[in-house]
Nanobody, 115 residues
């Protein structure tokens, strides 16, 4: 099983980035997927989730700026991040899980937003 995240980088405040995560080795459509982030010295936090049933959920801090999407046929998920702020700076991780059964993490991709 592998989750491969990509798309991070260094941008200025107000700009956009699109993170991608490809999955292999799992029946992707059966999994709830999510993006988490971890800033230096802080706990990992949920950014956005997309359930296998089609429900999305966002952290209040990114609501209206970030959009999570998935394509089960492509075994892929994305996080479109607009109007980025310096406080969005973190390592972003993709996650796929079947509750109480399996959970997998991507390797993380660094997002740095300069002011």
């Amino acid at each position: 099983v592998q989750l491969q995240a990509s798309g991070g980088g260094l941008v200025q405040a107000g700009e956009s980035l699109r993170l991608s995560c490809g999955a292999s080795g799992i029946t992707f459509r059966r999994y709830d997927v999510a993006w988490y982030r971890q800033a230096p010295g802080k706990r990992r936090e949920l950014v956005a989730s997309f359930s296998s049933g089609g429900r999305t959920n966002y952290a209040e801090s990114v609501l209206g700026r970030f959009t999570i999407s998935r394509d089960n046929a492509k075994n892929a998920m994305w996080l479109q991040m607009n109007s980025l702020k310096p406080e969005d700076t973190a390592v972003y991780y993709c996650n796929a899980r079947q509750p109480r059964v399996y959970e997998y993490w991507g390797q993380g991709t660094q997002v740095t937003v300069s002011s």
